[in-house]
C-alpha cells in the first residue's frame, strides 16, 4: 500500500477527499493529516508519505513553501496543490517546485479519482524499475526479486515464486 496525506487547514476538506476515493481499493493507505504547514514537514519527516494533497493558503507556512521545503529532501514523493485559489502566479511556482498538478477547488469525485489513478501509475511504474545495470543493487535484485515482490505486491511480478 501506498502512504497518502492531507495538508489542509479546513478538516472538512479532507474528510470530504476521505469519503470521495475508495483509497484502499486503489492501493493506499491514509495515514496523516496537517492543518498547517509545519505540522505537514513534521507529518512528513515522520510518515515519509508517497502522495500528499496540500492545500496553498495554511497558518504558519504557506503550502508552496512546504512544497520547496519537502523537494530539498525528497523529489520523488508525488505531491498535488489543492486551492481555491486559481492565481496563475500560485501555479507557476507550484511548477517550479515540481509538484504533480494543480487542482480547484472544488474538486469533483471524478477528477480527484483521475488524479489518484494517475498517480498510482507512476508510483507503480517506479516500483517495478529495476536498478541501474551493473550496480551492486542491480545483482542484489535479481537474486532476491522473488521474495521482494512476496512482500511488495505492488512491484507487479505476478506469480513471483520463491
Do not use: H
Request: glycine share 4%.
Amino acid at each position: 500500500m501506498y502512504k497518502v496525506c492531507f495538508v489542509d487547514d479546513e478538516i472538512i476538506n479532507y474528510q470530504l477527499f476521505e469519503k470521495l476515493v475508495p483509497w484502499e481499493e486503489k492501493g493506499f493507505q491514509i495515514v496523516g493529516t496537517a492543518a498547517d504547514g509545519q505540522e505537514a514537514l513534521q507529518m512528513y519527516e515522520r510518515l515519509q508519505p508517497d502522495l500528499i494533497f496540500m492545500d496553498i493558503q495554511l497558518p504558519l507556512l504557506d503550502g508552496l513553501e512546504c512544497v520547496r521545503c519537502i523537494r530539498e529532501e525528497n523529489q520523488d514523493v508525488q505531491i498535488v496543490i489543492v486551492s481555491a485559489y486559481s492565481d496563475f502566479s500560485y501555479a507557476q511556482k507550484a511548477i517550479r517546485y515540481g509538484v504533480q498538478d494543480f487542482l480547484l477547488k472544488p474538486v469533483s469525485r471524478m477528477m480527484l479519482n483521475q488524479q489518484v489513478d494517475k498517480i498510482k501509475k507512476t508510483l507503480d511504474s517506479r516500483c517495478r524499475q529495476e536498478p541501474p545495470p551493473g550496480s551492486v543493487f542491480q545483482s542484489v535484485y535479481r537474486r532476491n526479486e522473488s521474495d521482494i515482490c512476496l512482500y511488495f505486491p505492488e512491484c507487479g511480478r505476478k506469480n513471483a515464486s520463491v
